[in-house]
T-cell receptor, first 106, second 115 residues
Framework: KNEVEQSPQNLTAQEGEFITINCSYSVGISALHWLQQHPGGGIVSLFM???GKKKHGRLIATINIQEKHSSLHITASHPRDSAVYIC????????FGTGTSLTVIP | KAGVTQTPRYLIKTRGQQVTLSCSPI?????VSWYQQTPGQGLQFLFE???????NKGNFPGRFSGRQFSNSRSEMNVSTLELGDSALYLC??????????????FGPGTRLTVL
């Protein structure tokens, strides 16, 4: 049983499209993190959420603690957004989703 | 500030050997976490350290161990290597005592291949 489920697994979008990636979790958490991993392995932390909503540029992350669900939105997607997006939650240890591979086509 | 550094970047070992990987956190960061990433299992949590104390541990066998030094640098050791230990090992540092509530900064990883 996976503590963290992400959808979709793969996503292809045209440049400029609005993108949503979903994350559901089954454990009680202290926080949820969204990570971005580009080809070559480097991981960057995009957001840390414990409630509500956060926005950085074109990226928006929301969390609903009662429903145990979070979404990552990318507005006006760009080819440089092509990466794997990973949801992670901390419940004692960290649990990770399997990632969403996003490809944005020019 | 320099980022998180990991050494070595690439390593090839044979089954049965042991290996030690090193992680130097961002200056001033006191929390270090280790992760294993494989194509089949994705990212998995290994350990979390703060001020030389292991705060949390993932579901890995006792062959995987780690420690943190007084300068916050951390090492992880894998003994009796198995083929399935081939993976990218990532280290991340954060400022405070609770990695869940701080932004984590990831190193480039050590790519371990076990033959």
């Amino acid at each position: 049983k996976n503590e963290v489920e992400q959808s979709p697994q793969n996503l292809t979008a045209q440049e400029g499209e609005f993108i949503t990636i979903n994350c559901s979790y089954s454990v009680g958490i202290s926080a949820l993190h969204w990570l971005q991993q580009h080809p070559g392995g480097g991981i960057v932390s995009l957001f840390m959420l414990s409630s509500g909503k956060k926005k950085h540029g074109r990226l928006i992350a929301t969390i609903n603690i009662q429903e145990k669900h979070s979404s990552l939105h990318i507005t006006a997607s760009h080819p440089r957004d092509s990466a794997v997006y990973i949801c992670a939650v901390k419940a004692g240890q960290f649990y990770f989703g399997t990632g969403t591979s996003l490809t944005v086509i020019p | 500030k320099a980022g998180v550094t990991q050494t070595p970047r690439y390593l090839i070992k044979t089954r049965g050997q042991q290996v030690t990987l090193s992680c130097s956190p961002i200056s001033g960061h006191r929390s270090v976490s280790w992760y294993q990433q494989t194509p089949g299992q994705g990212l998995q949590f290994l350990f979390e350290y703060f001020s030389e104390t292991q705060r949390n541990k993932g579901n890995f066998p006792g062959r995987f161990s780690g420690r943190q030094f007084s300068n916050s640098r951390s090492e992880m050791n894998v003994s009796t290597l198995e083929l399935g230990d081939s993976a990218l090992y990532l280290c991340a540092s954060s400022l405070g005592s609770r990695a869940s509530l701080d932004t984590q900064y990831f190193g480039p990883g050590t790519r371990l291949t076990v033959l």
